[in-house]
């Protein structure tokens, strides 16, 4: 159980926000604005898609690589599950929340991709949700859960980088 977890064992009205729906708000959201109001990250797509590409390939290579940590201790990705192990190998000795940090990643890459400046913009109106609205009510909740096990954790690995 890591403490980027998607719920780890708090109720949907516990959250404030599902973080995959939030981004993927953000990704349609940006895609109506382009359309209304171009936003352009640089004088060419041919500069920054390259750049974008690469974002998407780490962010899937990791938010899998955290998905097969998750299985690796039998534990499950799911907002209703009740946490009943740590996750502390593969991104998870890096970083509490691998998986919020790839879909932030996704969304920059297909912003920076498509060219499309206002990814990034919505991107940094989400952030501070998900950090409110849901890592600090996982953090409590692993913490009642946990105790200095996850304390412990909290003092070797940073919360996102």
């Given at each position: 159980?890591?403490?980027?977890?998607?719920?780890?064992?708090?109720s949907h009205d516990q959250m404030a926000v599902k973080p995959p729906i939030l981004l993927l708000g953000?990704?349609?959201?940006?895609?109506?604005?382009?359309?209304?109001?171009?936003?352009?990250?640089?004088?060419?797509?041919?500069?920054?898609?390259?750049?974008?590409?690469?974002?998407?390939?780490?962010?899937?290579?990791?938010?899998?690589?955290?998905?097969?940590?998750?299985?690796?201790?039998?534990?499950?990705?799911?907002?209703?599950?009740?946490?009943?192990?740590?996750?502390?190998?593969?991104?998870?000795?890096f970083s509490r929340n691998p998986i919020y940090v790839a879909m932030a990643m996704l969304v920059i890459?297909?912003?920076?991709?498509?060219?499309?400046?206002?990814?990034?913009?919505?991107?940094?109106?989400?952030?501070?949700?998900?950090?409110?609205?849901?890592?600090?009510?996982?953090?409590?909740?692993?913490?009642?859960?946990?105790?200095?096990?996850?304390?412990?954790?909290?003092?070797?690995?940073?919360?996102?980088?």
């Amino acid at each position: 159980m890591e403490i980027g977890r998607m719920a780890m064992g708090l109720s949907h009205d516990q959250m404030a926000v599902k973080p995959p729906i939030l981004l993927l708000g953000c990704l349609l959201f940006s895609l109506g604005l382009e359309g209304i109001f171009p936003l352009s990250l640089a004088p060419t797509n041919e500069t920054v898609r390259p750049l974008g590409m690469a974002f998407v390939i780490v962010a899937l290579g990791l938010f899998f690589w955290a998905l097969g940590a998750f299985r690796a201790v039998g534990e499950q990705v799911k907002p209703e599950s009740e946490t009943q192990a740590l996750v502390q190998t593969g991104p998870y000795r890096f970083s509490r929340n691998p998986i919020y940090v790839a879909m932030a990643m996704l969304v920059i890459g297909v912003g920076l991709w498509s060219h499309n400046g206002w990814n990034l913009v919505l991107l940094c109106l989400c952030i501070p949700v998900i950090h409110v609205g849901v890592v600090v009510r996982e953090e409590s909740y692993l913490y009642r859960t946990l105790g200095e096990e996850f304390v412990d954790y909290c003092e070797r690995v940073n919360r996102y980088l």
